[in-house]
């Protein structure tokens, strides 16, 4: 049975900070930004949208009603979750109108949490084909004005459709993952920001990518040859670069450049929104798959990280007639549309933050957004 992605769509809020503007106000030469870390815009979010709304957002560009229902399960990765408890998914099912005898809940490992969500679809999927299930990635990076990772901040969701034959990509069953207890990135309970280990994280992330690739070509006997494409999560663009530039190191120059050509196309959106956490490996792929002239039948390879450490590779096979799925002229319209901060714009909004203790009202130009908190319960504008 072919399963896979049949449906994706990314959002982002309305406001970004151009880095050029971010560098000169923290006294950092731009090219720092643009070139080192390879980051051109960051998206920005006011209080009154959170992971639920950018995930309504998302997934209404996708959900036909014949779509809302066959899904029978509704599953968010995040870690910016806004209850301890509650899970966002049951929030958005309702939001959006899913058929009620559905499953709902969240998933967890830091960046890794929508791959978790995509396998377990896909296994979901295999036992039941007339089913459909929606997985959403979305999150909101934030580490603190003039902090160090503040140049990697983003927001944002990535919705996608899981089902039988599938439209977009069909995954193989070839995934490879490794679990390693390291404390290069963390966030404990009542911290509003996460703690990270910097030159660890990065060196983590680079040896997990080699490691996994040497575990998935030992067991698959495959090689980058066997590729058309590889996509990475991407916490800033440069990162997943150095991580494929490790792996091409005994390539010859033209599989370098072939491969290299196509990480190129994957991180087009990325360098425009920053670090969307669950949901960067699935923008990269939106990005890779509207810029990068891929052909039906071509394989890509996808690898996934989340800190912590949880770390995945596998791949999928594109379908025949793809391009006509694929959503570039929304995903390029709300990129253009949205508005460029001033700095001073930027840290007021970064510091009007939600106060769920207190009973108020909100106006919100977005389709779905929070329009009042009344004793701590969020209640949500509703198309």
């Not at 404390?183 to 009542?190: A, K, N, Q, S």
């Not at 033209?254 to 956490?277: C, D, F, M, P, T």
């Amino acid at each position: 049975m072919n399963v896979g992605i049949d449906k994706i769509s990314f959002f982002v809020p309305p406001y970004y900070v151009d880095m050029t503007d971010l560098a000169l106000a923290r006294e950092v030469d731009p090219n720092k930004f643009h070139i080192g870390i390879g980051q051109d815009k960051m998206a920005v979010n006011k209080k009154t949208q959170d992971i639920v709304t950018f995930a309504a957002n998302a997934a209404k560009n996708i959900l036909a009603d014949e779509d809302k229902e066959q899904i029978d399960m509704v599953i968010v990765g995040t870690e910016s979750g806004i209850d301890e408890s509650k899970a966002s998914a049951v929030v958005l099912h309702r939001l959006i109108g899913i058929q009620p005898f559905a499953r709902a809940f969240e998933m967890k490992e830091a960046c890794y949490a929508g791959t978790a969500a995509l396998q377990y679809a896909v296994a979901h999927i295999k036992s039941h084909p007339k089913s459909k299930v929606l997985v959403v990635a979305s999150d909101i990076a934030k580490y603190g004005l003039a902090s160090g990772g503040e140049p990697t901040q983003g927001a944002g969701a990535v919705a996608m459709l899981v089902s039988a034959d599938p439209r977009i990509l069909q995954l193989n069953d070839d995934s490879v993952a490794l679990t390693q207890d390291i404390y290069d990135f963390w966030r404990p309970v009542g911290h509003d920001y996460p703690m990270v280990d910097g030159q660890l994280s990065n060196e983590t992330y680079i040896q997990a990518f080699q490691k996994i690739w040497e575990e998935y070509q030992s067991r698959h006997k495959k090689t980058i040859a066997d590729f058309d494409a590889l996509a990475f999560h991407i916490p800033y663009t440069k990162m997943g670069k150095k991580a494929l530039l490790a792996a091409l190191e005994d390539e010859s120059p033209e599989e370098q450049e072939r491969i290299l050509a196509k990480y190129e196309a994957s991180i087009v959106y990325s360098r425009q929104v920053g670090n969307l956490y669950t949901g960067s490996l699935y923008l990269g792929l939106i990005s890779l798959l509207e810029n990068g002239q891929l052909n039906a039948g071509e394989q890509i390879g996808l690898f996934s990280y989340g800190s912590g450490t949880v770390a995945e590779f596998f791949s999928g096979k594109l379908v025949e007639g793809y391009q006509q799925q694929l959503l570039a002229d929304i995903h390029q319209k709300q990129l253009v549309e949205r508005k460029r901060l001033s700095i001073a714009e930027y840290e007021a909004m970064f510091n009007d933050v939600l106060d769920a203790d207190i009973d108020s009202n909100y106006e919100d130009s977005l389709l779905y957004s929070i329009a009042s908190i009344s004793n701590t319960v969020r209640t949500y504008k509703e198309k």
